[in-house]
């Protein structure tokens, strides 16, 4: 049986959730589906990224986010959740530091809303369901901006 070690040149790439330095990059996760939150924090940390803090609603998201701030480069943001949503929470977040990098996870046919979250400031977004792939290209080439 042939194992691993029979293609050493398969998959050379570096994991994408670090930076030039060799630490990871920091992530906030913001969403009130838990089978999303996991999904999302299970693609990116198995790629080298540090999920820092997780929240299921824009109040909790401004909380975690003013507590860990300096250790999060990223935030992936949910659309709709109860109390406060993500694009409320985003308007906070980028009024707090307008260099934040937010990237929304949107629903399908959410157009209107994915517009107003790139007008406020939103970084990029991206479409559930999440597919892996699509998940770390869009980060990656936000980061990379
Ligand atoms: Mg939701």
């Known amino acids: 049986m042939r194992t691993k070690a029979d293609y050493p040149n398969i998959n050379p790439a570096e994991p994408q959730g670090l930076k030039h330095d060799g630490s990871p990059y920091g992530v906030l996760i913001v969403d009130d589906s838990m089978f999303m939150a996991k999904q999302l924090s299970q693609i990116l940390s198995s790629s080298g ?33 109860p109390g406060m949503d993500g ?43 999440l597919d892996r792939k699509k998940v770390l290209e869009r980060v990656v080439q936000t980061l990379n901006r």
Request: avoid cysteine.
């Open 87 to 129: 694009i409320t929470a985003l308007e906070h977040l980028v009024r707090t530091d307008p260099e934040i990098v937010v990237i929304m996870i949107s629903a399908i046919g959410k157009d209107d809303l994915v517009k107003k979250a790139l007008l406020t400031g939103a970084k990029n977004y991206i479409v559930k369901p």
């Open 49 to 81: 990224f540090r999920i820092v803090a997780t929240a299921s609603n824009g109040q909790e998201a401004l909380r975690q986010y003013q507590t860990h701030a300096p250790a999060i480069d990223l935030v992936t943001m949910d659309i709709t959740m």
